[in-house]
């Protein structure tokens, strides 16, 4: 078994503290929502969610055909950057009022997954080690399952304690930790020869 190049250790810190958050804000949205939100109910949280997972869909293949032309180095600062603002926007969605509100973050949210999550996996593709593949995979699955595992238990204890909007604001930060992390993969971009 090979060692594990810088670049797979920065991406896979990343995603740990990507993914503890990512799978948790859909549970934690269905309570802010009916808890915190004026006429917040169930199917209003369908509502919400169906409509960004149809955005995100129907936006993705549009930015990846504009993006795809990037530079490696311009692609992982606008994941980064990504990062950051969907962390950020989560933090403002844990203090807001209205369904109103909700759409606008969930389209923020969205639009970001929509742009970034192309980039980062054709990104990912380029640094794994050859012949060292499985591996890697596996480990950046491990990583990113047992994050989410550990995150949700915490997650529920904070919100028990101190409320989602506390529990919005230590999703968001994840991200924007991630976001900072993912900065550091550094990909030397081969220049094509002219014949």
């Not at 795809?68 to 600062?77: H, T």
Request: proline share 1%; with cysteine.
């Amino acid at each position: 078994m090979k060692r594990v190049n810088r670049n797979i250790k920065f991406f896979l810190a990343s995603d740990v503290f990507f993914y503890s958050s990512y799978d948790l804000i859909s549970v934690f949205l269905t309570v802010l929502i009916t808890t915190s939100i004026t006429n917040g109910s169930l199917d209003a949280v369908g509502i919400v969610l169906g409509y960004a997972l149809i955005l995100r869909a129907f936006s993705e293949l549009a930015f990846s055909k504009m993006l795809q032309n990037l530079s490696s180095k311009n692609k992982i600062r606008f994941i980064s950057l990504g990062n950051v603002l969907y962390g950020v926007t989560l933090i403002c969605m844990g203090f807001a009022s209205s369904l109103f509100t909700i759409y606008i973050f969930q389209t923020i949210l969205a639009l970001i997954d929509a742009s970034t999550y192309p980039l980062k996996w054709a990104l990912f593709s380029k640094i794994l080690d050859k012949g060292n593949e499985e591996f890697e995979w596996s480990l950046e699955d491990i990583g990113a399952t047992t994050a989410a595992a550990i995150f949700a238990v915490i997650g529920g204890f904070v919100s028990q304690i101190y409320g989602l909007s506390v529990t919005f604001s230590m999703i968001g930060a994840t991200f924007v930790i991630c976001g900072f992390i993912f900065h550091f993969i550094k990909i030397r971009e081969h220049k094509r020869s002219l014949k």
